[in-house]
């Protein structure tokens, strides 16, 4: 093809045509496809590959994911980052015939996260399934190369000691109170870390059941008189959520997991994204399903503010507290339609 035959493919949007385009003006490169405003010709510049575009400076553009050629480079680097002993990030590079820079780039973009995030989730997920089916600690710490990296990393991919997960949570002290609220009763519960979980509801016995579930030999017991100060910070923030909360927090879960509770966060308050928006700002448009599940396995309400997502026509959608709840908690925030 010429320049001139591309530029055609370009302007039609050709979602046959085997290369893509690069715009000076933005620093991005897209697929001919793309449903982005076309753009100037003479700012475009073709490429016969992804990789010769990322080569010239160019990123690749979040909507129509012209690095997805790399797709099953990336899922088979997955596969090796999953082993006990993972390659580096060179050897990986290599493998998938890219630099390393590029692979990085484009393995961040499709996964979410950078390799050496996701081989450290997924070394703390073999560890905890073999902890919970029974097997030692010295078994589970064979993945992080020594036991002292493995107790070293525990309190962020246990959040707690390895013997402790190993035996259910025995040992581990979470102290919990229920106070209440005007919308119902609101459970609160910590570790020596920080608050790690806030559930909202009916009946205060039903969240204990359910808080001892999550732990089911860890040392849970009501809290004393002292921590009642905390609850009612809690309460504060369910009845005025826009307020902030400077109240430490011990998030537990996958690498993607975290970054979507991080990321709702940082939503500011009166104001709501759609699921597959949030999927967007993490760089994985794709993965509006996932982001749906993290949002719905968060299990510090209000404060990490999973209310705040709605459907992409804006409609509240399941809210594990329930929908009304969630009307309510964006009520008091003022919240008005997506990206409001």
Not at 24 to 40: D, F, L, Q
């Amino acid at each position: 093809m010429t320049d001139d035959d591309r530029w055609a493919a370009l302007l039609r949007r050709d979602p046959d045509a085997a290369f893509v385009y690069s715009v000076r003006t933005t620093g991005v490169y897209c697929r001919p496809s793309c449903p982005a405003r076309r753009p100037n010709r003479a700012n475009v510049r073709f490429h016969a590959a992804a990789a010769d575009a990322e080569r010239a400076g160019f990123r690749a553009c979040r909507r129509c994911g012209p690095a997805a050629g790399h797709r099953a480079a990336v899922v088979e680097a997955c596969r090796f980052l999953a082993t006990d002993d993972p390659p580096d990030l060179a050897a990986l590079a290599d493998a998938a015939g890219l630099s390393r820079f590029h692979f990085h780039r484009v393995f961040k973009q499709l996964v979410g996260v950078a390799p050496k995030a996701y081989a450290a989730a997924e070394r703390g997920r073999r560890a905890r399934e073999q902890l919970a089916a029974g097997a030692t600690v010295t078994a589970a710490a064979a993945g992080f190369g020594s036991a002292s990296r493995f107790y070293a990393a525990a309190p962020g991919q246990l959040g707690m000691a390895p013997a402790a997960y190993r035996a259910g949570g025995r040992g581990e002290a979470i102290r919990f109170a229920v106070g209440a609220s005007s919308l119902g009763s609101v459970l609160v519960a910590a570790t020596d870390v920080g608050v790690c979980a806030v559930f909202l509801g009916d009946d205060p016995a039903a969240l204990a059941a359910e808080l001892r579930r999550r732990f089911p030999q860890a040392d849970v017991r009501p809290a004393d008189a002292a921590f009642g100060a905390t609850v009612a910070k809690v309460v504060a923030l369910v009845e005025a959520p826009a307020a902030a909360f400077d109240l430490p927090l011990d998030l537990r879960g996958t690498a993607f997991q975290v970054r979507v509770w991080e990321a709702l966060r940082r939503i500011p308050a009166g104001t709501t994204v759609t699921y597959s928006k949030l999927a967007e700002q993490l760089g994985q448009p794709t993965a509006a399903r996932a982001v749906a599940r993290a949002c719905a396995t968060n299990h510090v309400s209000v404060a990490v503010p999973c209310h705040r997502v709605v459907g992409a026509t804006g409609a509240l959608t399941g809210y594990r507290w329930g929908v009304e709840r969630k009307a309510e908690l964006l009520k008091r925030e003022g919240a008005g339609g997506p990206g409001a």
